[in-house]
């Protein structure tokens, strides 16, 4: 079995989302798994001395352009939501809480978050929102309440975004697949074509 | 005639370079013309509060790593130079004043110095490198000397700059065609595309 994909994102990346749309066909047309870590770019941008895209002077109003122009490319519903970006440790957290109990439902639930805030305008801030999807991917949410307040969860969270920036992890979308770093939804062709051809 | 390619650039960008050694083949598919702008990406990085890509920790390395991937990607010769960044000033002015007499000759002196730069390691911050390259693209090198020192050509770089600017650039390549804005070599597919269709 070939080495799994693994996919860094945080949930308030318009490109992260959109990369989440497209990873799993990726993946499926060559027999790869994706291992998926949702971080939080806060605290990452503070080490790379950058900023959220959408803030920067010029940059910033063509990102938004470009996320909605990406997502029709992809045939991806997009809208960018009033409040943008936003917070994302709790879904962050849920994520790795519902991934101890099965990868794949977590895997769900993290496509029903990017679509709950990107395509619906929900409030994924909002732990009860966050709970919804939860639900809404078959979790147990009973038993995820007193876990997603405690200290061991925000711990883990912070081990992923550590992990993250040891890998090398800059930003989201990012994809490292046999050793090789892939940044940005606009490298998933020649991600693809580096599986494919080994390389060049 | 459908209206031409707008193609800003700074002579110090790598994504630059292959983006110079791809889009006239863009262009030549759907019967457009390019105008190409070099400017200097220094004054318009302060204006967006950024900074060169390979200075930026973590994102620098990966940077590079994605130049090299990218050229041999799309074929393009390509060795990051010693320098780099490197001063542009002087290979702008010339292009300019190249451009005054003969906008093709200006057009085939600037993959020249892309190509002096990034493939065989030649210093373009110097004047007479600047100008051997002119020679090669058969310009009138003795009457660009007086000029190229003057005060109208400096003037000339900093209105295109300002122009840059105001049209919304922020990086290098940056192309508009149709009134989009294109950010990036990797946008040339999308860019095709919406010559193509109309936009989306």
Known sequence: MPAPIAFWFDFSSPYGYIAAELIDAVAARHDRAVNWHPILLGPIFKQVGTAPLA??????????????????????PFRLPAVFPIAT???????YLIADA?????????????????????DIADAEVVMALAAEAGADTQALVDPLKGDAVKARVRTEVENAVKAGVFGSPYFIVDGEPFWGVDRLPMLEEWIRTGGW
Chains 1, 2 share one sequence.
Request: net charge positive; charged share 35%; aromatic share 16%.
């Open 89 to 95: 440790q709790v879904a962050a957290r849920a994520f």
């Open 55 to 76: 803030d920067l002077p010029l940059k910033g109003d063509y990102a938004k352009r470009d996320f909605a122009r990406t997502a029709r490319y992809h045939d991806v």
């Open 102 to 122: 099965d990868p794949a439902r977590a895997h769900d639930f993290a496509k029903r978050v990017f679509r709950a805030y990107f395509a619906d305008g929900r």
